[in-house]
């Protein structure tokens, strides 16, 4: 299966940019999305294939990457970001997901 | 304004079975494919189940294929899971998706969940 990596937490003020990073153990072409989930709540969208902005989703938020190097960034940082970023991949068989990163704002 | 909601969850011993359920509004339920995912507590995210638009295509990972069937009633707009022979790990809370088909295959809208627990 393909393993993303995911660093565990970050802190940042508000105000501040941030870049969470998503590292995939084998090319996964541009097919990595991106999912927030605040706590005690079900996940929701935010990028879909590395760097398209899902509906109603602020454009603070945008992604980047190819191949096996993702990075969401987050600019600039609200209060209300705070939550766990999850990627996931949909180019090999079966989708996996990473094991998310906690964002704290200072 | 799409909704999903799952019901069905709770305690269940381990060898037994149990049936999700999820119901779905706020948009044409026969023209996305559907998907369960679970997340075990303090834990990341796991693809379960993908069903196709008519129900004649399933999907699942190796850790739950042959135990675990996933199936639709698109006059209803609902989804289910068959859970049978569950183990301590199935314990979970298991989200209803909404699912991007090819090429994409990203979920764009999840439902609250429901808590699956199994145990003795």
């Known amino acids: 299966d393909t393993v993303l990596t995911q660093s565990p937490a970050l802190a940042v003020s508000p105000g501040e940019r941030v870049s969470i990073s998503c590292r995939a153990s084998?090319?996964?072409?541009?097919?990595m999305h991106w999912y927030q989930q605040k706590p005690g709540q079900q996940p929701k969208l935010l990028i879909y294939k590395a760097s398209n902005l899902a509906s109603g989703v602020p454009a603070r938020f945008s992604g980047s990457g190819s191949g096996t190097d993702f990075t969401l960034t987050i600019d600039p940082v609200e209060a209300d970001d705070t939550a766990t970023y999850f990627c996931?991949?949909?180019?090999?068989?079966?989708?996996?997901f990473g094991s998310g990163t906690k964002l704290e704002i200072k | 304004e799409v909704q999903l909601v799952e019901s069905g969850g709770g305690l269940v011993q381990p060898g037994r079975s149990l049936k999700l359920s999820c119901a779905a509004s706020?948009?044409?339920?026969?023209?996305?494919?559907m998907a369960w995912v679970r997340q075990a507590p303090k834990k990341g995210l796991e693809w379960v189940a993908t069903?196709?638009?008519?129900?004649?295509?399933?999907y699942y990972p190796d850790s739950v294929k042959g135990r675990f069937t996933i199936s639709r009633d698109n006059a209803k707009s609902s989804l289910y899971l068959q859970m049978n022979s569950l183990k301590s790990e199935d314990t979970a809370t298991y989200y209803c998706?909404?699912?991007?088909?090819?090429?994409?295959?990203?979920?764009?809208?999840w439902g609250p969940g429901t808590m699956v627990t199994v145990s003795s």
């Open positions: 998706a909404r699912q991007i088909a090819a090429p994409y295959w990203y979920f764009d809208f």
């Open positions: 996931q991949q949909s180019w090999n068989d079966p989708f996996t």
């Open positions: 084998e090319g996964v072409n541009s097919y």
């Open positions: 706020g948009f044409t339920f026969s023209n996305y494919y």
């Open positions: 069903i196709s638009t008519s129900g004649s295509r399933t």
